[in-house]
């Protein structure tokens, strides 16, 4: 079947004469105000979600409307559900009309059946647009109970809206191709059980009900590869082990059977959280936490020679972390037992009841020692350039700063004080430490360290 696209993004499918002979109907008003996503035949009682909205219906919920441009994740999970599948997608200026069908077999969320009612769906669709759930993103604001009064967030962190942005920048329909490895689709479909590239066993694909339906994806990361040979390397003794990681990065990004990005670096990043957040998918979360404690947060030098995509990797960890704190449920049957605490009894940092860090509760603890260590080692960087900083530079100092006092106000210090454990990083290394010795230091009202040049306006 020959396929082609009409002036409201539509597919047409040419089947037969018959078809060929069906005069395209002109291009709605509504879709200026955006993508509409008509869902059929879903299930009563299903729990749906779209970027940071999350609804659960008590009938058949007939789909979403007034869809902005940029990168989008829809997922549904049936009540009781071990599973969610979802679709990505990359709306433009130019609304088009999306249509899914629930496939009761497969238990999956997927094309039409018939590509006559699929036509006949997305023409009548100005009859049901009413009925429609409008994206209301644009019009809210972080609930004053989400966050400190006192907080100074940045500009991305008020409003969902915002913060959804800032979580998907680097998203696209080309990085969504090569991650996928589907071409010629408009939306990008994920499963719960969806594992990396050749790592799948044949186990998982009998038992996967999307992949039986031929619609699952193995997800072909950039770093894989890396990951093991660093794992290797961090085995041996101290003075071969590898500390900054930004030669790695370099080598990826200048190889030219890739044709690697700095954007889809960055894009990695943001689609293994979503995804793996959204979806409880194991491969997308073991990527994620590879990528930030293997990566991001060992490519010390990447701030000098590469600052942009340092200072997106950094935006886009802090975006994480704040999204995971005040946008993610608990993952706990009972959200109301108290959270964790360090020793003095405060707080210790972000929520571990999030799915994030539920996947391994021990990188938790190996999130804050990398961070810290992070932070002397950029501080240690940045003020080595003295007066020859760039804004480019500055603007990596500043991004860290901001997730610096986030993290304070979590009640995580960053301060020299803490002792890295390089061996507790990495799955399997042993315990032998590195000596460092605790240094005090004066915190100002913000949580930043006195004394330290400052990256704030």
């Known amino acids: 079947m020959i396929e082609s696209s009409d002036s409201d993004g539509t597919e047409t499918g040419l ?167 589907k071409r010629a689709v408009r939306e990008y479909l994920i499963d719960s059980m969806d594992c990396a590239r050749d790592s799948r066993r044949e186990e998982s694909r009998s038992a996967s009900k999307a992949y039986v339906a031929g619609v699952s994806s193995e997800l072909g990361f950039l770093f894989s590869q890396d990951f093991r040979d660093l794992q290797l390397l961090d085995l041996g003794p101290m003075k071969t082990r590898v500390a900054d990681t930004s030669a790695r990065v370099l080598e990826l990004l200048g190889d030219s059977d890739t044709q690697t990005t700095e954007q889809d670096i960055v894009a990695e990043l943001q689609f293994t959280f979503l995804t793996g957040t959204n979806l409880s998918n194991s491969a997308c979360l073991g990527q994620w936490w590879n990528l930030v404690l293997k990566v991001v947060l060992r490519a010390y030098s990447l701030a000098i020679s590469r600052p942009n995509l340092t200072k997106d990797l950094l935006q886009t960890l802090y975006a994480q972390l704040f999204f995971t704190e005040h946008y993610v449920g608990s993952s706990q049957q009972q959200p109301e037992q108290p959270p964790d605490t360090s020793p003095d009894g405060t707080n210790d940092g972000p929520s571990s009841d999030r799915a994030v860090f539920q996947y391994k509760p021990q990188n938790k603890e ?59 990083v990495d799955e399997g290394d042993s315990d032998e430490e590195e000596d460092e010795q605790p240094v005090v230091v004066e915190l100002d009202g913000e949580g930043r360290e006195v004394g330290l040049v400052s990256f704030r306006d």
């Not at 395209?24 to 996503?37: C, I, M, S, Y």
Request: with cysteine.
């Open 15 to 181: 089947v037969d004469s018959a078809m060929e002979r069906v005069v395209a109907h002109p291009r709605p008003a509504f879709l200026e105000k955006g993508d509409v996503l008509r869902m059929l035949e879903l299930p009563d009682d299903f729990i749906i979600g779209l970027d940071t909205m999350a609804i659960t219906t008590d009938k058949s919920f007939p789909g979403f409307r007034d869809i902005p441009p940029g990168a989008h994740f829809l997922w549904v999970q049936q009540p009781g559900g071990v599973s969610r599948c979802g679709y990505w997608f990359v709306a433009t200026t130019q609304g088009v009309v999306r249509l899914k069908q629930w496939d009761r077999y497969n238990e999956v969320l997927g094309e039409p059946a018939s590509q006559f009612e699929a036509r006949d769906e997305k023409a009548n669709i100005e009859s049901v647009y009413s009925t429609l759930q409008p994206y209301t993103l644009g019009g809210q604001r972080v609930e004053p109970s989400a966050v400190p009064a006192s907080s100074i967030l940045p500009d991305w962190a008020r409003s969902p809206a915002r913060v959804w942005d800032t979580l998907t920048t680097a998203i696209s329909t080309g990085f969504l191709d090569k991650i996928t490895g």
């Open 366 to 424: 190996k999130l804050r020692l990398m961070l810290a260590q992070y932070k002397r080692q950029l501080n240690e960087l940045l003020l080595g350039l003295g007066g020859q900083i760039t804004p480019e530079q500055e603007a990596v100092g500043r991004v860290f700063e901001e997730l610096e006092v986030w993290l304070w106000r979590c009640n995580w210090d960053l301060r020299g004080e803490h002792t890295l454990d390089r061996n507790r």
